[in-house]
């Protein structure tokens, strides 16, 4: 990681829509910009806009890596699950 921001501004998706993420890195490996989205236990189940907003955002912005960090249950043995969105 060669750069990181948390909250680091806005995406437009469409007039009066946006999206803000989480955070955002630089991945030094690839030099990707990588957008991330961070949910709870309950990931995106209570969520559902942020989810529909997080793919709209990823489809519209091909230049960025789309990344998802859900954090597991204990019961389900903790730590993170980092779902990455592919752009249709």
Known sequence: MTWWRAHPGSLRLAEGVRYV?????????????VY????????????????T??????????WARFEAAIQRRKKDGGGW????????
């Open 36 to 51: 991330v989205e961070v949910k709870g236990a309950v990931g995106w189940k209570l969520d559902s806009e942020s989810r």
């Open 81 to 88: 699950v980092v779902e990455v969105y592919e752009p249709r």
């Open 21 to 33: 993420p989480d955070f955002a890195y630089v991945d030094a490996a690839t030099s990707e910009l």
């Open 53 to 62: 907003k997080w793919r709209t955002a990823a489809d519209l912005f091909l």
